[in-house]
């Protein structure tokens, strides 16, 4: 009867998150052009319970006390801090345990992700309410670390259920009108998009006029896409990818094995594909006008080499 007591004593709740896909505008985003996201249906679940002392955080790529925590997770240690901090709860005795989908390095939004579902599991374990604002706040704070300077869009997306126009941190819900099918495959490589984004600042900082023109195409691009989910025209919509992923070549952000798996996509019969996120590695998304055909070019691109590929449609 003790243990049952003192098991039913213990508090346990959690919080959840997904991953995103960026659908046009990345770079550019960061230089005040428009971006469209998708949320992707990868999940994250951050489970907190009480512990006998301390502050444990246990996942796969770390397991032990937060002051411990490796110096590629100080965003999450200095995001959880913060929120106990906030809630009076500095020194509270517990476990977080972060069970994740999203591959690392991906472009998919894994620090945003993760990061969403720590801070609503805390304030869903404390009973405390949590609204827009204030969670946008403190997953700032991990995503600077991941970061440096990020965009927002990552945090926007992990937290909106449905696709997202993003520029300069406003935030409008799209709605299609014809479902979407998408195929991402993971290149095996690592990205990072803080050296992508930096590597980008130093082109335009040397050339002002391949900026604005590269800028300038991309908000065209990003707005062109948007009207034609609006309107339903996916074949328009497969040209602008290709278009958009032209732009990214020209800013150097692509390499050789996300252009095998973009042109091995467009052969077997997607509309469009590109690279996403934050490039020099991690994955690339091809649209297709059919469940069967999303499932012909993900075992496709799979024998091509792409390391992981996952299927996913937005609907209506």
């Given at each position: 009867?003790?243990?049952?007591?003192?098991?039913?004593?213990?508090?346990?709740?959690?919080?959840?998150?997904?991953s995103k896909i960026i659908l046009t505008g990345e770079h550019a985003v960061v230089?005040?052009?428009?971006?469209?996201?998708?949320?992707?249906?990868?999940?994250?679940?951050?489970?907190?319970?009480?512990?006998?002392?301390?502050?444990?955080?246990?996942?796969?790529?770390?397991?032990?006390?937060?002051?411990?925590?490796?110096?590629?997770?100080?965003?999450?240690?200095?995001?959880?801090?913060?929120?106990?901090?906030?809630?009076?709860?500095?020194?509270?005795?517990?476990?977080?345990?972060?069970?994740?989908?999203?591959?690392?390095?991906?472009?998919?939004?894994?620090?945003?992700?993760?990061?969403?579902?720590?801070?609503?599991?805390?304030?869903?374990?404390?009973?405390?309410?949590?609204?827009?604002?204030?969670?946008?706040?403190?997953?700032?704070?991990?995503?600077?670390?991941?970061?440096?300077?990020?965009?927002?869009?990552?945090?926007?997306?992990?937290?909106?259920?449905?696709?997202?126009?993003?520029?300069?941190?406003?935030?409008?819900?799209?709605?299609?009108?014809?479902?979407?099918?998408?195929?991402?495959?993971?290149?095996?490589?690592?990205?990072?998009?803080?050296?992508?984004?930096?590597?980008?600042?130093?082109?335009?900082?040397?050339?002002?006029?391949?900026?604005?023109?590269?800028?300038?195409?991309?908000?065209?691009?990003?707005?062109?896409?948007?009207?034609?989910?609006?309107?339903?025209?996916?074949?328009?919509?497969?040209?602008?990818?290709?278009?958009?992923?032209?732009?990214?070549?020209?800013?150097?952000?692509?390499?050789?094995?996300?252009?095998?798996?973009?042109?091995?996509?467009?052969?077997?019969?997607?509309?469009?594909?590109?690279?996403?996120?934050?490039?020099?590695?991690?994955?690339?998304?091809?649209?297709?006008?059919?469940?069967?055909?999303?499932?012909?070019?993900?075992?496709?691109?799979?024998?091509?080499?792409?390391?992981?590929?996952?299927?996913?449609?937005?609907?209506?």
């Open positions: 009867m003790w243990l049952e007591d003192f098991l039913a004593s213990k508090r346990n709740t959690s919080g959840f998150s997904h230089y005040g052009n428009p971006a469209i996201a998708l949320p992707f249906p990868l999940k994250v679940e951050a489970v907190i319970e009480e512990v006998t002392s301390g502050i444990i955080v246990e996942s796969t790529f770390y397991t032990g006390p937060l002051e411990q925590i490796p110096t590629k997770l100080e965003g999450i240690r200095a995001c959880i801090q913060q929120v106990l901090i906030a809630l009076k709860r500095p020194c509270d005795k517990l476990k977080i345990t972060i069970h994740s989908q999203i591959p690392i390095g991906k472009g998919l939004g894994s620090s945003a992700a993760i990061a969403v579902a720590i801070v609503r599991g805390l304030f869903s374990f404390f009973e405390t309410k949590l609204d827009d604002k204030t969670l946008s706040a403190f997953v700032h704070t991990a995503e600077v670390y991941a970061h440096g300077s990020p965009s927002g869009i990552d945090m926007a997306t992990a937290m909106s259920d449905t696709p997202i126009w993003f520029q300069n941190g406003d935030i409008v819900r799209l709605e299609v009108t014809s479902p979407l099918h998408f195929v991402i495959a993971d290149s095996g490589r690592i990205g990072n998009t803080q050296k992508s984004v930096s590597r980008v600042r130093a082109l335009y900082s040397n050339d002002e006029v391949l900026k604005a023109d590269s800028l300038r195409r991309m908000k065209v691009i990003a707005f062109a896409a948007k009207s034609a989910m609006a309107k339903g025209d996916i074949q328009k919509l497969g040209k602008l990818l290709n278009e958009n992923h032209s732009e990214l070549i020209q800013i150097g952000v692509s390499e050789d094995g996300l252009n095998h798996l973009v042109n091995t996509a467009r052969s077997a019969g997607a509309l469009g594909a590109k690279l996403t996120g934050g490039g020099d590695g991690g994955c690339m998304l091809a649209l297709t006008d059919s469940k069967e055909k999303m499932e012909e070019i993900s075992s496709t691109l799979t024998s091509a080499g792409a390391q992981q590929t996952w299927c996913f449609t937005i609907e209506p």
